[in-house]
């Protein structure tokens, strides 16, 4: 199957830092691209919809000057977690779809472990 | 809108014993079907999918018949063995334009020796 990776896998920083997450489909071109956020024995929470040269979407709830996303290639998007602070701790998963037909399948990620102190 | 429901866990099964794990869907349309497992401190992979009604999902063993009459896409497998072990997730796409996939909550297997 298609694969995707997300760099860093674990990251560890101060809080107010910036931290930039890199999420890449290796085989495929993505149009579009989720983000999600899992917290320990819990199910996927999705974050924000991006599609390649346009702003991403956020779902209610998801500060979007705090959690930056950009699509700039088919086969690159990032999250950066701007002034991050504990509570932002978190596993941040990523996943990307070839099309924009729900019969395509999302890829997932590795995830990126974020640990801010 | 549209739903997934599976059962609770966390589920603990015994090596080779019989695996169902269940998943019902409210969607309107004609949704495709997915499992997603989930190893420790990993992230998602797809383990089968199914697209259109009386369709099987099969993969490593595990199998999954999308229901529309029951509205469900029960994960199964005959023999379960302890690298099973994992959290599993049941999930919908709408296949109505540009929509994320809709989760269920997700179950966590243990399988001990």
């Known amino acids: 199957g298609a694969v995707v990776s997300q760099h860093p896998s674990r990251v560890i920083c101060k809080s107010g830092t910036s931290v930039k997450i890199e999420c890449r489909s290796l085989?495929?071109?993505?149009?579009?691209m989720f983000w999600y956020r899992q917290f320990p024995k819990q199910s996927l929470m999705l974050m924000a919809t991006?599609?390649?040269?346009?702003?991403?979407?956020?779902e209610q709830g998801v500060e979007k000057d705090k959690f930056l996303i950009n699509h700039a290639s088919l086969t690159l998007s990032t999250l950066t977690v701007t002034s991050a602070h504990p509570e932002d701790s978190s596993f941040y998963i990523c996943?990307?779809?070839?099309?924009?037909?729900?019969?395509?399948?999302?890829?997932f990620g590795p995830g990126t472990r974020l640990t801010v102190l | 809108g549209d739903s997934v429901t599976q059962m609770e866990g966390p589920v603990t099964l015994s090596e080779e014993a019989f695996l169902t794990i269940n998943c019902t869907y409210t969607?309107?349309?004609?949704?495709?079907l997915f499992w997603y497992v989930q190893y420790p401190g990993e992230g998602l992979q797809l383990l089968l999918k199914a697209t259109k009604a009386d369709d099987k999902g099969s993969n490593k063993g595990f199998e999954a018949t999308y229901r529309k009459e029951t509205t469900s896409f029960h994960l199964e497998k005959g023999s379960v063995q302890v690298s099973d072990s994992a959290v599993y997730f049941c999930a919908l796409s709408p296949n109505s334009g540009n929509t994320p996939l809709v989760f269920g909550k997700g179950t966590r297997l243990s399988v001990i020796a």
């Open positions: 085989d495929f071109q993505a149009t579009t």
């Open positions: 996943s990307a779809r070839a099309g924009q037909d729900g019969t395509d399948t999302q890829y």
């Open positions: 969607a309107t349309g004609y949704p495709s």
């Open positions: 991006s599609n390649e040269g346009s702003k991403a979407t956020y």
